[in-house]
């Protein structure tokens, strides 16, 4: 026998766990935090029937058996337009990316921390979450592009957040999650001829979950009041403005996609958006004024930006990368505009639960 051992090649990366690989702008990205101190929040007597009520609907698992596959998903979808194919799978790359880095964010966190009832609930979330990546990835799969989801634990980039960040940016992921889910599932009840593939069928039950952990995230919120006062009322603008902000741009960026669904994307994000604001009264001081006109012009403004800062970048070169700094800079005042209007400032109600009703 020989003493030399072979080296087993490296597995070849698909072309999809490349895309969820990257780090760029728009893409969603896998967290790590301050573990120390998720570890010592606590429930205050005010919010603790809340948050047994919660924990009681997690213990339920309402969605247990939901995400089962059925019949439709043995169609053949060979005939599909190539535009849509391609476009559809790099949503599901992009959803199935942001599902998994939940999952990772959460199982680790409850790895981490000793804090009982806050540990299960963390528990909770990453099943769930697990649970909805791996029932994209599957439809990646009968394309032949599933994400290597092992690969992708150990070669992504880990961004490092601060605790408050991370309930700050995870609570918005959530619930604007849902208000996505659901719009494009109502969009489907009244466009059935539009519905191209059944994964959308399941996204009614699936946008529970969503803002389920929400509602989880909001009570944590509100039991810890020090996270929603003082400079972080800032932060809150902030990653309103940044989540909201990340979702325009890139959604105008699929608008084809869009079309094949039978959606104007303008009406949809808006939709969206005001609707993530509204439900996000139940445990932040301030959100954004966003039935004015203004607001969605500068928008649209940072969305034009970005087109002519992307074309500035293919083009190369000096006067391209002169451009492009200055496109940059031009979202960034953008940015900076929208960050200074007036918030709109609401009390805080003393129920912090709401149901999803929409």
């Known amino acids: 026998m020989s003493a030399t051992t072979t080296a087993r090649p490296a597995k070849a990366v698909n072309e999809s766990t490349r895309a969820a690989q990257q780090d760029a702008m728009l893409n969603p990205r896998f967290y790590t935090t301050d573990f120390a101190a998720i570890d010592a929040l606590r429930i205050t007597p005010e919010n603790r029937q809340m948050w047994d009520d919660i924990l009681a609907e997690f213990r339920r698992d309402p969605n247990k058996e939901h995400f089962k596959r059925n019949e439709e998903f043995d169609a053949d ?13 790099e949503f599901l790359v992009s959803s199935v990316t942001a599902e998994f880095s939940g999952c ?44 290597d989801l092992s690969f992708l634990t150990k070669a992504k980039k880990y961004t490092y957040f601060q605790p408050k960040f991370i309930y700050y940016a995870t609570y918005l992921s959530e619930k604007i999650g849902y208000a996505r889910y ?15 593939h059944p994964i959308f069928k ?60 039978g959606i104007d994307v303008e009406d949809y994000d808006r939709r969206v958006i005001k609707l993530t604001n509204l439900i996000s ?34 083009a190369g070169g000096l006067f391209g990368t002169l451009k492009a700094t200055w496109y940059k800079a031009a979202n960034g005042l953008v940015f900076a505009r929208m960050f200074f209007r007036s918030p709109v400032r609401q009390a805080l109600p003393a129920d912090v639960r709401m149901e999803p009703v929409w």
Not at 79 to 84: E, G, H, I, S, V
Not at 217 to 240: C, T, Y
Not at 283 to 302: K, N, Q, R, Y
């Open 202 to 261: 399941w996204f009614e039950n699936w946008c529970l979950d969503e803002f389920r952990h929400g509602e989880a995230f909001a009570v944590l919120m509100r039991s810890n009041p020090e996270l929603l006062e003082g400079r972080n009322r800032l932060w809150i603008r902030f990653f309103l403005l940044a989540v909201f902000c990340t979702m325009y741009v890139r959604d105008h960026s699929r608008k084809s996609f869009f079309d094949f669904m």
């Open 77 to 89: 979808f060979s005939d599909m337009d190539p535009a849509l194919r391609e476009q559809f799978i």
């Open 182 to 196: 659901v719009t494009i599932y109502r969009n489907f009840e009244m466009k059935p001829d539009k519905r191209f």
């Open 281 to 314: 009264r139940q445990v932040f001081p301030d959100t954004i004024d966003c039935e004015s006109e203004g607001f969605w012009e500068l928008m649209a403004t940072m969305y034009r930006n970005t087109v002519a800062l992307r074309e500035a970048e293919q």
């Open 104 to 147: 990772i964010l959460y199982a680790e966190i409850k790895k981490r921390i000793k804090n009982p009832e806050v540990r299960e609930l963390f528990a909770f979330m990453s099943r769930d979450e697990g649970r909805h990546a791996g029932f994209i990835n599957h439809t990646l799969n009968d394309f032949n592009v599933a994400v």
